[in-house]
């Protein structure tokens, strides 16, 4: 048997039917349908394309009808005010993660001044900074031609005419071409 106090039934777990979702919410299951085809509550579905409310989606559904009903505001309103209620959570998730970053980085700093292990390795749990740059050559090419930016095959995109690194291969006299070696 199923234990409520599962993971698997947390507060996203769609779970509730329309009846059930509607009960809780203290609506009729009409208006949740309605609420569904807006985009103001989009209920997980069943395998026969039935609605599954979970105990967020009927949070978020009493929430509606308190600005609906208490302040007044629209069903437009009300969307918008969903949206940037969702997106403050995830800005603050974010904000949350990199505060987290920026204090190992300050401790990984702050362990510079420490001797360095005797292999001359980083210090288990240090911060090593790894950095990749992508160099695009943007330059006309010497020989005053225009860059038709073909790569291998015809192909446009980068190290196309003018190979990797922006360098130009040298022409094949008669080709026209870049020669092959």
Not at 66 to 90: F, H, P, T, Y
Not at 159 to 181: A, L, N, V, W, Y
Request: charged share 30%; proline share 8%; glycine share 16%.
């Amino acid at each position: 048997m199923n234990n409520v106090n599962d993971p698997a039934f947390g507060a996203d777990a769609p779970v509730y039917v329309i009846s059930v979702a509607a009960e809780l919410a203290g609506m009729h299951p009409q208006t949740l349908r309605q609420y569904d085809r807006l985009g103001l509550v989009s209920p997980g579905r069943s395998s026969g394309r039935g609605r599954r409310y979970s105990m967020r989606d009927v949070r978020t559904l009493r929430e509606v009808q308190r600005l609906s009903q208490e302040e007044g505001i629209n069903l437009a309103g009300i969307k918008r005010i969903l949206e940037l209620q969702d997106e403050v959570e995830q800005l603050r998730e974010q904000v949350f993660h990199l505060a987290n970053e920026l204090e190992a980085a300050r401790r990984a700093v702050s362990r510079r001044g420490r001797p360095a292990r005797p292999e001359g390795g980083p210090v288990r749990g240090e911060l090593v900074r790894r950095t990749r740059v992508t160099i695009f050559n943007t330059a006309e090419p010497e020989d005053g031609r225009p860059d038709r930016g073909e790569g291998p095959g015809g192909q446009g995109g980068p190290g196309g005419q003018h190979g990797p690194g922006g360098q130009s291969d040298q022409d094949e006299p008669g080709t026209g071409g870049p020669t092959r070696g």
